[in-house]
Every structure is written in structure tokens, then in C-alpha cells.
């Protein structure tokens, strides 16, 4: 069965830190992997997202992911965080059976000036 | 353009009442989606559909039920309300299936007491 893992519930950093969210799945196939974000109150919106080709992906609002296959990883980074990046991340596997969506447990991050 | 609309944004429910969440979308896509979210949980999906006139359970599809009978609209009915549903409810489309990005509406929080 497919699942996702965040390890991570809550993790703080300064504002102009690096940042980097971890993500590991399992899925027996070709992964469709997605990075969401959520803003207290909202839905959630798409950061980006890996099919294939380039294991590197780059999406909006700075953020980058890794796609690597031999640890089943797929971590977010952000090479300089802002305060507007405090919100809820959600890393997310698209099955390979029927069309359902499996979604992390999610990582809150926190930005202290 | 709105994207995925959902009514109502709050809702106090008796155990034992009924209700319907409404859910729409206006970018003519053919999979919607609907989703829980319990706190440290992350999503879990509940029905999902593949375009008007068909529909399929998720992971958590006990004590409710769907309908679509246009391509816009995807209401979720629960019958009798009961604590364990409460939750923040995230109703979402995408153009097709899994290697797609889901388009996510606001959410309803839902009280069940």
C-alpha cells in the first residue's frame, strides 16, 4: 500500500535560514509526487510537483524538491525562508491503483525574526 | 474565475442531524475530490469522482455519501452526524487523474456535538 511519512510535526527556523522539509514514501511504482501548502484558515495550494526526468524540480515561492529513488525521499528546501513561509507543508503520492491521493501527516513550520 | 467554491465555511451539527456540503467547481474539470482533515492526521480521502454520473469511495467513506450529477458540482451528505465527524472538510478538482494537480476550495469546519 501506498503511504507517505513526514518525520517532522513542527520545525522552527530564523528568518533568512535554510530550510528542508523531509518527505519519504512508499509506492511500488513510478512516483507522482507533490509538495503542498496550507495558510491557517486556507486550502491547500501546490508548491510543485515530480513526474520525471530532472530529479531536481523547482516550483513557486523559492522552494525546490529532490526527487531521490534509492530513499524513497522527496524533501523540500528553500535556500532563505520568510516570514510569509510560516504554514502548514504537506507532501502527497499520487496511487498507482484508481486515482486516490495519499498525503503526509504534514510539517508545521514556524519563522522567528 | 472562482476555482472550488464550498458551502458552508462553518457548521454546528446535533448528533443525529443531517446536512449536505456543497462543492463546486468552474474549471470544467472531471475529478473532484473529497477530503478530511483531522489535526496530526493530515487528509484522508473520503469519495472521489471521475466526471458526472460516477463516483468511488476512499480511505474513510463511512457515515457518508456522494452524488455528481453535473461536472460542477459534488455535494457530500452526511446522514447521521455523529462526534468522530467532526473535522475540517476540503473539497478539490483536478483536470484528471493522479499525475494532476489538485485544486483545493477553502474547507468547512464541521462540529458534530
Known amino acids: 500500500a501506498q503511504s507517505v511519512t513526514q518525520p517532522d510535526i513542527h520545525i522552527t527556523v530564523s528568518e533568512g535560514a535554510s530550510l528542508e522539509l523531509r518527505c519519504n514514501y512508499s509506492?511500488?511504482?513510478?512516483?507522482?509526487l507533490f509538495w503542498y501548502v496550507q495558510s491557517p484558515g486556507q486550502g491547500l495550494q501546490l508548491l510543485l510537483k515530480?513526474?520525471?526526468?530532472?530529479?531536481l524540480v523547482q516550483g513557486i515561492k523559492g522552494f525546490e524538491a529532490e526527487f531521490k529513488r534509492s530513499q524513497s525521499s522527496f524533501n523540500l528546501r528553500k535556500p532563505s525562508v520568510h516570514w510569509s513561509d510560516a504554514a502548514e507543508y504537506f507532501c502527497?503520492?499520487?496511487?498507482?491503483?484508481?486515482?486516490?491521493?495519499?498525503f503526509g501527516t504534514g510539517t508545521s513550520l514556524t519563522v522567528i525574526p | 474565475n472562482a476555482g472550488v467554491t464550498q458551502t458552508p465555511k462553518f457548521r454546528i451539527l446535533k448528533i443525529g442531524q443531517s446536512m449536505t456540503l456543497q462543492c463546486t467547481q468552474d474549471?470544467?474539470?472531471?475529478?473532484m475530490y473529497w477530503y478530511r482533515q483531522d489535526p496530526g492526521m493530515g487528509l484522508k480521502l473520503i469519495y472521489y469522482?471521475?466526471?458526472?454520473?460516477?463516483?468511488d469511495k476512499g480511505e474513510v467513506p463511512n457515515g457518508y455519501n456522494v452524488s455528481r450529477s453535473t461536472t460542477e458540482d459534488f455535494p457530500l451528505r452526511l446522514e447521521l452526524a455523529a462526534p468522530s465527524q467532526t473535522s475540517v472538510y476540503f473539497c478539490?478538482?483536478?483536470?484528471?487523474?493522479?499525475?494532476?494537480?489538485?485544486?483545493f476550495g477553502p474547507g468547512t469546519r464541521l462540529t458534530v456535538t
Open positions: 478539490a478538482s483536478s483536470y484528471s487523474n493522479r499525475a494532476y494537480e489538485q485544486y
Open positions: 502527497a503520492v499520487g496511487a498507482n491503483t484508481g486515482n486516490q491521493f495519499y
Open positions: 474549471m470544467n474539470h472531471n475529478y
Open positions: 509506492y511500488g511504482a513510478t512516483p507522482y
Open positions: 469522482s471521475v466526471g458526472a454520473g460516477i463516483t
Open positions: 515530480y513526474f520525471s526526468g530532472d530529479t
